[in-house]
């Protein structure tokens, strides 16, 4: 009978996400998703893999895109460019299956828990939480956005490795959380205390410890490695880049904290950005009728929990609430303090909590029809969801749509702004300071003229000829970075760096040379890729494999 209810959770989720299927363009404010994913098409053709310095951003001088942001959804999308998606098709799949994943996720989670009348709740009051619009149609986080498919799946998986700890559950656990790990940083960051505080107070209470510690320790290992290629290069290299500029000015965290009439009473619907102050043209309310949910659930989880010991179901749902409340307070200024005092300032902006907030307040709305009577389901049921549809709906749709071309998106003053618009996020510590003109098409000489011949340049990989009557100092438009290797003739030559933009420069003799300068893998990337090549598909193996593997 769960097909179902599976086939439910499809359909009510398709309006939230209908309105991409038309042609044409949506703005958002984070407005850099096509662009990423044409940066990323570079790296596949080049041979690039796994995709990490982009060669147009940066005003052109290239830089480390996905060393440090996460890049699995990015894959995905710019697979589909290779079964035949234009580029604003590819970007608006990226939207829609989020949506469509993570409700059918969360239903798996709720269903596992409450029974499917639970899950399907769980599951509507997911899909339309208004803050998943807010992320879609409004800022446009297609990391985020991701995030909220990995969150049910990543608990589901802990649940079910305390009731079945053996290899096939940790093998699910860890490439959910890997999947989290490859997503999205600020989502894992939030998310991972939490998860850790379930997984704790569960095992004070289960028997078999050992066994279940085994299996969990594994499944976090099998995370980390599986999800290496991302996470090591980022942990390993991250003071390779200004990280520092991520929480500084308009980023500072002091900026953004959400006013309780703005998170509990009001309705406002805006397509703007976060600013200073509790002036901001976006949303970050709950909801009215989330808010009920949360409420009818907190008071049958006190009543049973006074009435009789919890059961595990009823305890999850306890500490889902808890944390719920937690998230929420973590998004108003009175938490200032703890912002202060734990390292959370890279998180940048506090409403990210709103992301842990909206999972676990949709799921403990599910026990509402925890074990209640099949007789009273139905009409409760049909009511409840009709009530979230129809007064959430309305949030799921583009402010306006612009009958734009890829051509129009990519010249003139936008294509200049793809090119910088988030040229602080990931630029080299080479560069003192951002480039305020767009890199020279050609490499040049620091003195005298040199002339560059069969020029080519692909994502990680600048080749080309040169002629100089005089030796000189060579200036490549490429930001340095780690990695970064130039051959003379051949041959493994030094570099040192131009400039205060850091430039690759490199001493050239007189006369003719062939010259080639190409991004190579360090130790954390190339442990990292090697990790992800090895226990990923060992991973999806475990779990898809028929044979027993240990189970208790």
Same mark, same amino acid.
């Given at each position: 009978?769960?097909?179902?209810?599976?086939?439910?959770?499809?359909?009510?989720?398709?309006?939230?996400?209908?309105?991409?299927?038309?042609?044409?363009?949506?703005?958002?404010?984070?407005?850099?998703?096509?662009?990423?994913?044409?940066?990323?098409?570079?790296?596949?053709?080049?041979?690039?893999?796994?995709?990490?310095?982009?060669?147009?951003?940066?005003?052109?001088?290239?830089?480390?895109?996905?060393?440090?942001?996460?890049?699995?959804?990015?894959?995905?999308?710019?697979?589909?460019?290779?079964?035949?998606?234009?580029?604003?098709?590819?970007?608006?799949?990226?939207?829609?299956?989020?949506?469509?994943? /993570?409700? %059918?996720?969360?239903?798996?989670?709720?269903?596992?828990? *409450?029974? @499917?009348?639970? +899950? #399907? &709740?769980?599951? $509507?009051?997911?899909?339309?939480?208004?803050?998943?619009?807010?992320?879609?149609?409004?800022?446009?986080?297609?990391?985020?956005?991701?995030?909220?498919?990995?969150?049910?799946?990543?608990?589901?998986?802990?649940?079910?490795?305390?009731?079945?700890?053996?290899?096939?559950?940790?093998?699910?656990?860890?490439?959910?959380?890997? /999947?989290? %790990?490859?997503?999205?940083?600020?989502?894992?960051?939030? *998310?991972? @205390?939490?998860? +850790? #505080? &379930?997984?704790? $107070?569960?095992?004070?209470?289960?028997?078999?410890?050992?066994?279940?510690?085994?299996?969990?320790?594994?499944?976090?290992?099998?995370?980390?490695?599986?999800?290496?290629?991302?996470?090591?290069?980022?942990?390993?290299?991250?003071?390779?880049?200004?990280?520092?500029?991520?929480?500084?000015?308009?980023?500072?965290?002091?900026?953004?904290?959400?006013?309780?009439?703005?998170?509990?009473?009001?309705? *406002?619907?805006?397509?703007?950005?976060?600013?200073?102050?509790?002036?901001?043209?976006?949303?970050?309310?709950?909801?009215?009728?989330?808010?009920?949910?949360?409420?009818?659930?907190?008071?049958?989880?006190?009543?049973?929990?006074?009435?009789?010991?919890?059961?595990?179901?009823?305890?999850?749902?306890?500490?889902?609430?808890?944390?719920?409340?937690?998230?929420?307070?973590?998004?108003?200024?009175?938490?200032?303090?703890?912002?202060?005092?734990?390292?959370?300032?890279?998180?940048?902006?506090?409403?990210?909590?709103?992301?842990?907030?909206?999972?676990?307040?949709?799921?403990?709305?599910?026990?509402?029809?925890?074990?209640?009577?099949?007789?009273?389901?139905?009409?409760?049921?049909?009511?409840?969801?009709?009530?979230?549809?129809?007064?959430?709906?309305?949030?799921?749709?583009?402010?306006?749509?612009?009958?734009?071309?890829?051509?129009?998106?990519?010249?003139?003053?936008?294509?200049?702004?793809?090119?910088?618009?988030?040229?602080?996020?990931?630029?080299?510590?080479?560069?003192?300071?951002?480039?305020?003109?767009?890199?020279?098409?050609?490499?040049?000489?620091?003195?005298?003229?040199?002339?560059?011949?069969?020029?080519?340049?692909?994502?990680?990989?600048?080749?080309?000829?040169?002629?100089?009557?005089?030796?000189?100092?060579?200036?490549?438009?490429?930001?340095?970075?780690?990695?970064?290797?130039?051959?003379?003739?051949?041959?493994?030559?030094?570099?040192?760096?131009?400039?205060?933009?850091?430039?690759?420069?490199?001493?050239?003799?007189?006369?003719?040379?062939?010259?080639?300068?190409?991004?190579?893998?360090?130790?954390?990337?190339?442990?990292?890729?090697?990790?992800?090549?090895?226990?990923?598909?060992?991973?999806?193996?475990?779990?898809?494999?028929?044979?027993?593997?240990?189970?208790?």
């Amino acid at each position: 009978m769960n097909w179902r209810f599976y086939l439910f959770v499809v359909l009510i989720s398709i309006p939230t996400f209908i309105s991409l299927i038309r042609p044409g363009y949506f703005p958002m404010h984070d407005d850099l998703q096509v662009m990423r994913i044409y940066q990323m098409e570079l790296c596949f053709r080049a041979g690039q893999f796994p995709c990490r310095w982009v060669p147009d951003m940066g005003y052109r001088y290239g830089y480390p895109q996905f060393e440090y942001y996460g890049p699995l959804p990015y894959y995905l999308m710019t697979a589909s460019r290779f079964v035949g998606l234009s580029l604003f098709s590819a970007m608006k799949l990226g939207f829609i299956l989020p949506l469509l994943l /993570g409700n %059918l996720t969360m239903f798996l989670l709720g269903s596992s828990l *409450f029974g @499917p009348w639970g +899950g #399907l &709740l769980s599951a $509507v009051a997911y899909a339309y939480a208004p803050y998943r619009a807010s992320d879609l149609y409004s800022r446009g986080a297609m990391g985020e956005t991701w995030a909220f498919v990995f969150l049910p799946l990543i608990l589901f998986a802990l649940l079910r490795l305390f009731k079945k700890p053996n290899l096939k559950t940790a093998a699910l656990l860890g490439l959910s959380y890997g /999947g989290l %790990l490859a997503t999205h940083n600020i989502s894992t960051l939030i *998310f991972s @205390p939490l998860i +850790g #505080l &379930l997984a704790l $107070v569960l095992l004070i209470r289960e028997k078999d410890k050992p066994v279940v510690v085994k299996y969990g320790l594994i499944a976090l290992v099998w995370a980390v490695l599986a999800a290496g290629s991302f996470f090591l290069p980022l942990v390993f290299e991250k003071g390779y880049a200004h990280t520092e500029s991520l929480i500084q000015g308009y980023f500072n965290y002091l900026a953004h904290f959400v006013t309780l009439k703005q998170l509990f009473f009001t309705t *406002f619907w805006g397509y703007g950005s976060s600013e200073i102050g509790p002036t901001d043209d976006l949303s970050f309310f709950v909801g009215p009728i989330h808010i009920l949910l949360f409420l009818v659930a907190a008071v049958a989880v006190a009543y049973r929990s006074f009435r009789r010991r919890l059961d595990q179901t009823t305890l999850v749902v306890l500490l889902a609430i808890i944390f719920t409340l937690a998230s929420l307070f973590m998004t108003h200024q009175k938490s200032t303090f703890l912002w202060q005092v734990l390292p959370l300032s890279y998180l940048q902006f506090p409403w990210r909590f709103l992301v842990t907030a909206n999972f676990f307040l949709a799921l403990s709305a599910g026990y509402i029809f925890y074990k209640l009577a099949p007789g009273k389901i139905l009409p409760l049921a049909i009511s409840l969801i009709t009530l979230l549809f129809m007064t959430n709906v309305s949030f799921f749709r583009p402010r306006e749509w612009f009958d734009l071309t890829i051509w129009e998106k990519f010249s003139g003053y936008s294509w200049d702004r793809q090119l910088t618009i988030s040229i602080f996020d990931y630029l080299p510590v080479s560069a003192k300071f951002p480039p305020t003109f767009a890199a020279p098409l050609l490499p040049y000489g620091a003195k005298t003229k040199i002339s560059i011949l069969d020029f080519t340049r692909s994502s990680d990989t600048l080749r080309f000829t040169t002629k100089s009557l005089t030796a000189d100092v060579l200036i490549l438009p490429q930001f340095d970075f780690p990695g970064w290797q130039v051959k003379l003739d051949g041959k493994k030559v030094s570099h040192r760096r131009a400039f205060d933009l850091g430039l690759i420069a490199l001493d050239l003799p007189a006369g003719e040379h062939r010259l080639e300068a190409s991004l190579k893998k360090t130790l954390p990337r190339f442990v990292g890729d090697l990790a992800t090549l090895i226990f990923a598909p060992l991973a999806l193996y475990t779990l898809i494999s028929k044979k027993p593997h240990g189970q208790k």
